[in-house]
């Protein structure tokens, strides 16, 4: 093979091996295997060695000395909107009045071509350069955003898993389709999108309200009809979104019993937010193998609640973490972690640095049943990587300086990194940032 195809980065490398135990601080938690060489070949993680006297690859490896920086799994987003990156940050609403005001304005514009592909292709790029190299996103309900996004996440070789949104109610007629135009579209996007390459086809009702029992019961028959289809929607986010949930489905035990219904809790199920669910929920959750997104920066700005993280632990169910971006104000996940953290303060709760790097990484690949594919520097893993700056200035060495312990380290890079950390980012053993 070219020479470029055989990469060797040495740097200090930190994953899990296992998810993180509850509350546990200690440097036992994660996997740090500082100054290693990571081995890539054609595309893919293929050894990881320390480094010593005689343990530089050969001539045939082209050698990347980052001593010093931080090598971690790229990080996975489990739900961002590609056509909201045009509304971070619009003011002062709630669910419901932000997406009547700001979000289904915006979507309207990804019926436009062109649109479409400026804007996937602007929210790819953001991805990478906040070190995120996997996302499970909901583009609109336009068939050429699906294919503008997925367009631009094959150009960038990213493992990335998307579907057209379904909406047939309550939203404005531009945004709505039908169960017929929906079948036709999805069946389309499905046979040209699921399993091409790196990239995965998900039925996305956008949520309950905005979709007629009829196009439900179709969302449950597509998903089944497939193999490894995956399955997205929101769930529980808000009070008034619950209220008027009830209201829809009067003979449904609680909002996340709809999907049960329609079959639409599956392994492959990933449900953003969940906020508002109760215990036979988040167990029927678990039952189901299905899992949940928890969206802090998005909870946080549109004020729809606290999650509670540890009961979602307890529950056994699956648990990642994700930007929701645009309700959420960020893509960039260690300030989603922050934000998580934040939550769990407010509720007199605590979550770990590792928990929530877990819930980036590979609790996150679990989650959307990738082990072994993303989330972990593991030999056969796709060397989907990026290198960070531990510290970038005399005010982040020093913090760096004084932490008593690696979790104490990790946690106050969490709190202080930026984008600009982001030293270099490997997708599928190509170099993107
Ligand atoms: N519920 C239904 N649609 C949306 C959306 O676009 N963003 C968020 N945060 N919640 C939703
Ligand atoms: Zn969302």
């Not at 020479?3 to 509350?23: K, N």
């Not at 906040?130 to 909901?138: D, E, I, L, P, Q």
């Not at 990026?386 to 104490?408: C, I, K, N, T, Y």
Request: proline share 6%; charged share 20%.
């Amino acid at each position: 093979p070219a020479p470029s195809s055989r990469v060797a980065i040495l740097a200090d490398l930190l994953d899990f091996e296992r998810a993180p135990g509850a509350l546990d601080i200690s440097d036992a938690a994660c996997r740090w295997r500082p100054a290693h060489w990571l081995l890539i070949e054609n595309g893919r993680i293929s050894a990881i060695h320390p480094d010593g006297p005689d343990a530089r690859p050969g001539p045939d490896w082209h050698c990347i000395d980052a001593s010093g920086q931080w090598l971690m799994p790229g990080f996975t987003d489990a739900h961002v909107h590609s056509a909201q990156i045009e509304i971070i940050g619009a003011f002062g609403e709630q669910l419901l009045q932000w997406l009547e005001r700001y979000t289904f304005p915006a979507e309207q514009r990804m019926a436009q071509a062109d649109d479409a592909r400026a804007c996937s292709q602007d929210f790819v790029d953001g991805l990478l350069r906040c070190g995120t190299t996997s996302a499970m996103v909901f583009p609109t309900v336009h068939a050429t955003s699906v294919d503008a996004l997925f367009e631009a996440a094959q150009a960038a070789g990213m493992r990335l898993i998307a579907g057209r949104v379904m909406m047939d109610r309550h939203a404005p007629a531009a945004l709505c389709d039908s169960v017929e135009s929906a079948e036709r579209d999805c069946r389309a996007l499905i046979e040209r999108w699921h399993g091409q390459g790196r990239l995965a086809y998900a039925i996305t009702p956008r949520f309950a309200p905005t979709s007629s029992p009829a196009q439900l019961a179709l969302a449950g028959r597509l998903l089944a009809g497939t193999p490894g289809l995956y399955m997205q929607t929101h769930v529980a986010e808000n009070p008034a979104e619950v209220d008027w949930v009830r209201q829809l489905f009067p003979d449904a035990r609680s909002y996340l019993d709809v999907y049960e219904r329609h079959g639409l809790l599956g392994e492959r199920s990933m449900m953003a937010h969940g906020i508002w669910l109760d215990d036979i929920d988040v167990a029927l959750l678990a039952q189901r193998g299905a899992a949940v997104a928890h969206c802090p920066s998005s909870n946080l700005f549109l004020g729809s609640g606290l999650f509670d993280w540890p009961r979602a632990r307890d529950a056994g169910h699956g648990l990642c973490l994700a930007s929701d971006v645009g309700a959420g104000t960020t893509l960039f996940m260690p300030q989603v972690m922050m934000d998580a953290c934040k939550v769990q303060a407010l509720r007199g709760q605590r979550v770990t640095a590792w928990e929530l790097l877990h819930g980036a990484t590979l609790g996150a690949a679990q989650a959307l049943r990738l082990q072994g594919e993303i989330g972990q520097l593991e030999p056969g893993c796709a060397a989907d990587v990026v290198l960070w700056h531990p510290a970038l200035d005399d005010l982040q060495r020093r913090r760096q300086r004084v932490a008593r312990s690696l979790h104490e380290r990790v946690l106050a890079w969490l709190s202080l990194a930026t984008p600009q950390h982001v030293a270099q980012v490997w997708v599928a053993g190509q170099r993107r940032v």
